[in-house]
C-alpha cells in the first residue's frame, strides 16, 4: 500500500496569498483531494490545491524536502 | 550531512537559527527531534481509540458528532507528526504498523480505559490541556521550522478539545448529585495522572538535549505549573477537589500527595496512603503499559493486514 507524499496549498480569503499549510499520504490524487480538505479542516479555505511533492521544482535549492523527493523520483 | 559540529548547532539555534530539514542537522539534533517527534505522534495516535471508545458514552447524536471530530483531528495530528518523522527518515509504515503495543512512547494516560462520558470530557479538560501546555511551548520555542510551521492548526484544534472537555465538565459539575459525583470521579484518577505525565521533576532530569537544541522551552517542572495554573483554579470554581495547592510562600503550585506514588489501574486509584515510590517504580509501571494497550494498538494496527492481503501486492 504505497503513498505517495502530497503538498496541500491553501488560500483562507479571496485576495489572500496561496501558502503551504501541510502534506497528505495518499494513494493518488483523489485521495489526496479529500484527504487534504478532510485533515485540513480547520479553516473555511477559499481555494486550496494538492500537488505531488516530486513535481515540486526546486528553483533555488539543492537540499530540502522538495529537492530530495524529486531526485529520489527522477534520479 | 550536517555543515555544522554538535556544538556550532547549538548555539546557532539558541541565537534564532531555524532547521528547515535533515540537511542542516547534526546527529544529536536528528536524534533528540526523533524522540520528540515519536512521543507528539504516539500520543496523538494512541488518542484516538482511547476517545473512540468512550464517544459510545457520548449522550446525545450531536455530543457524537463533537466526540468524533475530535477523534479526527487527533489522527489528522498523529499524521501530520508522521509525516514529519518521514522527512527526517523514519518510516511511518514501520512506526505504526510495525511496532509491539508496549514499543509505542504515548504516555502511561493513554492507556487506561474512558469508562463513562465525565471520563471523556475530563480527558478533554485534562489531557487535552497537558497537550497544549507541552505543544505551546514548542510552538513557542522550536528551532524546527517545519514543526513550527505544522503546530498552528494542532494548537487551534486542541483549543477546541478542551474548551469541549471544560464546558462539559462545568455542565456536569452543576448539575450537582451524580453527575458531579461522577466528574470527581474521573478528576480522582486523572489528575494525579497528568501531573505524572510531564516526567521526572527537573533535580532527577536526565539530560536530554531537547531544552539545548531548542526544541522546547521550558522545564517539565515549569510545564507541570503552566498545566496546574489553568487546572487547579478551573476545578476550584466547580466544587471539584483536586489534591494541589496555591502555596503563597513559594509561589508555585504544591501537590498534596506523595509524589510519585503508585497506582492501581484495576481499581483506577492511586495509592496516596502508600507513600511515595521511586522514579525507578514507576518508570517500571510505565514499561508494563496499562490495562487498554494491547486494545488501543491493535485497533488501529488489526485490518492492515488483512486489507493488504486482499490486496494481493497491488497498491491501494
Known sequence: ?75 | MSPFTEEELIEKVQSGYMVEGPEDMTEGYRKALRVQLTVQADTELMSAPSYWMAARYAPSTNTQVSAHAIIQDELAHANIAYRLLEDIGESKEKLVYGRQPHEFKHPYGFDQPLDNWADLVVANGFFDRAGITLLSDVYQNTSYAPLKRALVKIDMEETFHLRHGEVWMRRLSKAGGEAKEMVQRSVDWMFPMTIEWFGLPDDLKRHSGQLDYKLKGLTNDQLRQVWMDSTVPLCKELGLDVPAHWDEEKQEYVLDYPFPCQYDASEKRWAFDEGEITWDDVFERWKGRGPMNEIYVESVQRSRMDVRRWLDGKAA
Not at chain 1, 490524487?29 to 479542516?41: G, H, L, P, Q, R
Not at chain 1, 539543492?62 to 523527493?69: K, L, P, S, T
Open chain 1, 1 to 75: 500500500m504505497n503513498e505517495i507524499v502530497y503538498d496541500v496549498f491553501a488560500r483562507k480569503d479571496r485576495g489572500d496569498t496561496l501558502v503551504h499549510i501541510g502534506y497528505v499520504d495518499a494513494f493518488d490524487d483523489e485521495t489526496a483531494k479529500v484527504y487534504a480538505w478532510k485533515t485540513y479542516d480547520e479553516e473555511r479555505w477559499f481555494e486550496m490545491c494538492v500537488v505531488e511533492r516530486t513535481a515540486i521544482i526546486p528553483v533555488n535549492r539543492n537540499e530540502g524536502v522538495f529537492a530530495n523527493a524529486r531526485s529520489a523520483a527522477h534520479g
